[in-house]
């Protein structure tokens, strides 16, 4: 096999927020030139100006500009870019947005269109996975035409059932239905956001397994026949299908199962004939069988839990993949050390019901310190728009065991400091400290389960000196305002200099001191 | 000597402070029947340095008005802090209830993606009314009370800024 050379000297970044960051940072440390692309609401994006280049798109729903190939490969045209980088979500898994960019002699640094044709579509990715010999979920063989059609369905394989978009990822469009009283109610819901986030409405079914854990492999392979996988994440926390912790390596896998996981997952990417970063997602049941979740075709949002426990930057090796290199190392030369753990920084109330929280965040300081990474694309003044993911960034921790990573994460996540909107840093930190999160015996049911326990209660010991802070400030500014009347009024008076009176009202302003 | 009372659990609880002033930065502060010597020192934005007798803080307030949100080692205390002043013109305007007509307003800008109710509609406490669409997830607005619509101002596909008014039930 022949495998086509080239060498790109600018790559357009196809995404927004923090993994439109997270790429150019690679692409600088390669030399290479960047290029962003931004909604009429993403101007002001931190991705647009860590860029080289930047062009806008459209308005601000993604549908209007993220998700409109054309103006994506005009502004490849417009600023020469030889290279497309899509991220996660928005373009990323669409087959016809790598068969556009080839025909228009741009290259996709992702896998070919047929590898994707072949994954993307889940009823087909379950399909093709049978007959590569991945066990999977029972449920139904393909998209289900009608809500009719699905319900007489539903009640066949027996509730809780999974309702899933056929062209999801991300929890978008999934829903988990109990009862089949509610089947109507949900299965409308997730056809609308499957529209709203895919532009395809098509959903099916899936049987819901009890207390499966999820589990994934991320898996790359180059364009001469390597495939290799670089080790699992486990990502069994999850609000609403939508991951909140990731952390590697998982507490149910020993070497023997990781490497029985490990070798069909590569089979799963071979089947498919795929190249570059991929992950082939498993349910793991409390028996620890395994069964095929889905594949997805792209660079994950939690890639960074991988890039800590390997040492190796993902992006990197994507690049130099989709420019026909060989990947520089063997099954055998991959390292495992440690255990990562990411939180995933959401801007949503969980006090109110999750409330999505947009919004102009007018302080911010991330941690810092050993052991810490914060992947994230926002600034203090920055408005987070109302149009995309809550995400506003991943927060990571490394730590040669899981107690000390678990550690280390909760202290950062105490130096994190947002004001303007709500973040979800408590909830994040009460997962950490959950027991059955510590014992490692939690599944995807963890969320929900602990749903009251994960709620924010203040600790009453510190509820006094909350009170003497808000005080003592509220009085400061009281004294403040009291002051400057009083050094106006003070203004003519007999005795005292202008030099006197400003003197003291400096003395009196500002600093609490 | 300044008196501050603290609302918290959302106005259902009320704590009162009393601040003297005894030196530049230094206070002392009389709450839940303990006087203490405060030493405040304010770093950047938002961010003070307390130390409580002895014991040190550093404390987050992210204000907004008299609503506050104070971050002390791990745990947030949203609360709202008044002086007698504002508190009078607070009792003045009459208590948190849920008697009466409730107007429901946008928590957030979105767009409604779904209405579930209909004006005269007779609704249950906790029923959805209608479905806001923001950061590609929807959340449902569910009546505060059992009661009758009696307004509705949007429609489905409708574009609204956060705290717009959606719509009311008596």
Redesign the interface.
């Known amino acids: 096999m022949s495998v086509e050379r080239r060498r790109f000297r600018k790559v357009l970044v196809a995404n927004r927020g923090e993994i439109a960051v997270r790429i150019m940072r690679t692409c600088r440390e390669m030399g290479l030139r960047t290029v962003a692309v931004y909604s009429d609401a993403d101007r002001g994006s931190l991705h647009v100006r860590f860029a080289d280049e930047a062009v806008r798109i459209g308005l601000p729903p993604s549908r209007e500009s993220y998700l409109v190939v054309d103006r994506i490969i005009a502004a490849c045209k417009a600023t020469g870019a030889d290279a497309v980088h899509p991220g996660y979500g928005f373009l990323s898994e669409k087959a016809e947005f790598a068969r556009a960019l080839a025909a228009a002699g741009i290259a996709f640094i992702g896998p070919p269109a047929e590898s994707m044709d072949a994954m993307g579509v889940k009823t087909t990715a379950r399909k093709n996975m049978q007959a590569a010999g991945v066990p999977t979920v029972p449920g139904s063989a393909a998209p289900i035409g009608s809500e009719a059609e699905a319900r007489t369905l539903a009640d066949g394989i027996g509730y809780p059932v999974m309702i899933k978009a056929a062209a999801g990822g991300g929890g978008?469009g999934m829903k988990r239905c109990e009862r089949g009283e509610d089947f109507e109610a949900l299965w409308q819901?997730a056809r609308?956001?499957a529209a709203?986030?895919f532009g395809d409405d098509r959903l099916y079914l899936e049987k819901f397994l009890d207390r499966p854990r999820h589990v994934e492999i991320q898996v790359f392979a180059d364009a001469h026949g390597h495939c290799i996988y670089l080790g699992e994440r486990e990502c069994s926390v999850q609000r609403?299908q939508q991951k909140v912790i990731e952390e590697s390596p998982s507490c149910i896998l020993d070497d023997a199962r990781r490497a029985a996981m490990g070798e069909v997952a590569v089979k799963a990417a071979q089947a498919v004939h795929y190249r570059g970063a991929g992950t082939v997602e498993f349910l793991v049941d409390s028996q620890r069988s395994f069964y095929f979740l889905e594949m997805n075709t792209r660079l994950q949002v939690e890639h960074p839990v991988t890039e800590l426990c390997t040492g190796l930057d993902l992006v990197r090796m994507q690049i130099e993949v989709a420019q026909g290199e060989p990947l520089h190392l063997r099954q055998d030369e991959v390292v495992r050390r440690g255990h990562a753990i990411e939180a995933r920084v959401y801007?949503e109330d969980p006090?109110?019901?999750f409330?999505?929280?947009?919004?102009r965040i007018?302080?911010l300081?991330v941690p810092n310190g050993p052991g810490i990474r914060d992947d994230s694309g926002v600034y203090t003044g920055w408005v987070v728009p109302?149009?995309?993911?809550?995400m506003i960034s991943k927060l990571l921790a490394w730590a040669p065991t899981r107690e000390q990573a678990i550690e280390r994460l909760k202290r950062a996540l105490?130096e994190y400091?947002v004001?303007?909107i709500t973040v979800n840093l408590?909830y994040l930190?009460k997962i950490l400290d959950h027991p059955a999160f510590r014992s490692g015996e939690y599944d995807t049911g963890f969320c929900t389960q602990f749903a009251k326990d994960l709620l924010?209660r203040?600790?009453p010991r510190?509820?006094?000196?909350?009170?003497?802070?808000?005080?003592?400030?509220?009085?400061?500014r009281?004294?403040d305002e009291a002051e400057s009347f009083a050094a106006r009024a003070d203004r003519h008076a007999p005795g005292r200099s202008r030099w006197q009176s400003l003197g003291r009202a400096r003395?009196l302003r500002g600093?609490?001191? | 000597m300044s008196t501050y009372v603290a609302l918290l659990d959302g106005g259902r609880r009320e704590e009162t402070i009393r601040v003297t002033l005894q030196g530049p930065g230094l206070y002392e502060v009389e709450v839940g029947g303990k006087v203490h010597r405060v030493d405040a020192f304010r770093h950047d934005y938002g961010t003070i340095s307390l130390l409580v007798d002895t014991e040190s803080y550093s404390v987050q307030i992210d204000q907004g008005g008299t609503e506050a949100k104070v971050h002390i080692r791990g745990s947030t205390y949203p609360l709202e802090i008044l002086d007698e002043r504002r508190l009078r013109m607070r009792r003045a305007a009459g208590k948190f209830t849920v008697e009466g007509r409730q107007n429901l307003s946008a928590p957030m800008p979105g767009k409604v993606v779904k209405v579930l109710a209909k004006v005269g509609d007779e609704l249950e406490e906790g029923q959805g009314i209608l479905v806001i669409e923001a950061m590609k997830m929807e959340n449902e607005l569910k009546s505060p009370k059992a009661g009758k619509l009696v307004e509705l101002n949007v429609v489905e596909g409708q574009a609204v800024e956060g705290g717009a008014r959606l719509a009311a039930v008596e």
């Open positions: 978008k819901s609308r956001e709203s986030a609403r801007a006090a109110r019901n409330m999505p929280c947009p919004g007018s302080y300081r109302q149009f995309y993911d809550p105490g400091t004001h303007g408590t930190t924010a203040p600790d510190y509820e006094d000196v909350a009170l003497i802070a808000a005080a003592v400030v509220a009085f400061k009281d004294h003395t600093s609490l001191r």
